[in-house]
């Protein structure tokens, strides 16, 4: 993140928040953020029976929610030097959020109606269900969007940590948070237009229920980087095989119009087409040759003045996994690497001593993390890569050390 800490320091804090703010915005097409919309906009329009003031409150408080939970998460892990993002990656949180989204992917399928607690909305007293509503589930967008947004929160949290103020955090995160949540306040606001379209037949029953599909494969997603590639690959042929027979021609919705029948039946045809395309194939091997980081490792680098990278990776880590079937089996990068000493620091389940050590000496917060010395030894902190890189950005970083 140190584009945002030279402009910033360059041109004020009022230019990074606005960096920070297009970030949020853009972060609204990551896998775990786009498939909420959705969700979102039926959600609006269910509220949207009232004035227009009400549903513009509504839509602000979802967006206040938003930004809050990351805020408030912000400012705690600024203080504790930790990384939120990055716990949110651990393989028990992922697998709770994707318990959570199939409880709500079940709901869309009719078989319950989710409701807040009766004995929360007693205490929440004056304060309409609907506001409620509103305000938890834009942080519950917040937590499941965590695990997508991690390597870019990264760079925001060593910024925060750097500059050693918890109220710096709150309002970086914050602002992250609005960035995030400008979308859907645009969705709630739109909301009343959104609800004179017409509510009641079949088409809406069936739109429910393939949003329910929807949810369904955002849980598998989450559940990438704990399966196998090959178990992940045939759950999704599966799930998609099973959305389109299902789709297509067993929901039980009453056709109306010979045009419903055609479109369901097309839809399904389409995603049993994309089931066949997804039959898991057996990928090559990773072609990096990485070895184990160990400090003697690191040092015999030193002394033959090879160029080192430290790559801080762990099996739960989505982008970490992403790396190594894109980034590092590009031939371009695997050339590149072969005058490199790759060094990987295993963090999915213990850490070494000696792993703990270069954790704390070089403030890492989190997985992905390459750390990028010259030949001298000596970290380029502004080659640190945070996150995802495609083949072309890292031999860009490459460039700058060969």
């Known amino acids: 993140m140190a584009w945002l800490s030279e402009i910033i320091s360059q041109r004020g804090i009022w230019i990074g928040l606005l960096a920070v703010f297009a970030g949020g915005l853009a972060l609204n097409l990551t896998p775990c953020v786009y498939p909420m919309i959705p969700v979102t906009v039926a959600f609006f329009s269910q509220q949207a029976s009232g004035a227009r003031l009400h549903t513009v409150w509504l839509a602000l408080l979802y967006v206040v929610g938003l930004s809050l939970s990351y805020a408030v998460l912000g400012a705690l892990t600024a203080s504790a030097g930790a990384l939120f993002g990055s716990w949110l990656q651990h393989p028990a949180v992922l697998l709770a959020i994707a318990v959570g989204i199939v409880a709500l992917a079940l709901s869309m399928f009719g078989l319950y109606e989710l409701r807040l607690p009766q004995v929360l909305t007693q205490r929440l007293g004056q304060v309409p269900a609907g506001a409620a509503g509103a305000f938890v589930m834009g942080t519950a967008v917040g937590f499941i969007a965590a695990p997508c947004i991690g390597p870019f929160v990264a760079g925001l949290v060593l910024l925060v940590v750097q500059r050693g103020s918890p109220w710096f955090g709150f309002v970086l995160f914050f602002t992250l948070g609005l960035g995030m949540g400008l979308p859907y306040l645009v969705l709630g606001m739109a909301a009343q237009q959104i609800n004179r379209l017409p509510k009641a037949g079949p088409w809406l029953v069936w739109s429910k229920k393939a949003l329910g599909i929807v949810l369904l494969g955002l849980a598998l997603f989450f559940l990438k980087g704990l399966l196998p590639a090959r178990a992940f690959s045939l759950g999704v042929m599966a799930l998609l095989l099973a959305a ?107 850490v070494s001593e000696a792993g703990e050590r270069l954790i704390r000496r070089h403030r890492v917060y989190g997985a992905p993390t390459i750390l990028v010395f010259d030949r001298a030894g000596k970290e380029r902190t502004k080659l640190r890569v945070l996150g995802f890189m495609t083949p072309a950005e890292f031999l860009e970083v490459l460039e700058q050390i060969l």
Do not use: K, N
Request: include cysteine; proline fraction near 7%.
């Open 244 to 350: 389109g027979v299902y789709l297509g021609w067993l929901e039980r919705t009453r056709a109306v119009s010979r045009r419903f029948t055609w479109s369901r039946r097309l839809v399904g045809v389409g995603l049993i087409v994309l089931s066949v395309a997804a039959w898991p194939r057996t990928p090559a091997a990773p072609l990096v040759a990485w070895a184990p980081y160990t400090e003697a490792a690191f040092e015999a680098a030193q002394r033959a003045q090879r160029p080192i990278l430290i790559d801080v990776y762990a099996d739960w880590c989505l982008p970490c996994v992403e790396m190594d079937h894109v980034t590092f089996r590009h031939p371009d990068v695997v050339l590149a690497l072969s005058s490199v000493a790759t060094l990987r620091l295993d963090v999915t389940d213990e």
